[in-house]
């Protein structure tokens, strides 16, 4: 069963900087592509980057050029770089696998990022 445990957010100030780590187990995380989502309050949940397993990756135009995908397959882990962040990027965020629709039965807790001076 996979298991998704989502850390690194906090209280920034805009225009700083965070990294999100996502720790999968479950699975041969390998094999799989990855995705980092965010649910902001009394929004629907939008996928903002994804990586794929050979490392690929795509970028909502919202985050494009401020916003960094990466995966360590020996730690079985998917980071979100994040600079230059804006408090429109406050949201709670979430990795999952864009590509498998079944994966959606296995969201982890999120991380809370808070962009606000």
């Known amino acids: 069963q996979v298991q998704l445990v989502e850390s690194g957010g906090g209280l920034v100030q805009p225009g700083g900087s965070l990294r999100l780590s996502c720790a999968a187990s479950?699975?041969?995380?390998?094999?799989?592509?990855m995705g980092w989502y965010r649910q902001a309050q009394g929004k629907q949940r939008e996928l903002v980057a994804s990586i794929t397993s050979g490392g690929n990756t795509n970028y909502a135009d919202s985050v494009k050029g401020r916003f960094t995908i990466s995966r360590n397959n020996a730690k079985n882990t998917v980071y979100l770089q994040m600079n230059s962040l804006k408090p429109e990027d406050t949201a709670v965020y979430y990795c999952n696998n864009p590509w498998d629709s079944s994966w959606r039965d296995y969201w982890g807790q999120g991380t809370q990022v808070t962009v606000s001076s």
């Open positions: 479950g699975i041969t995380f390998s094999w799989y592509g």
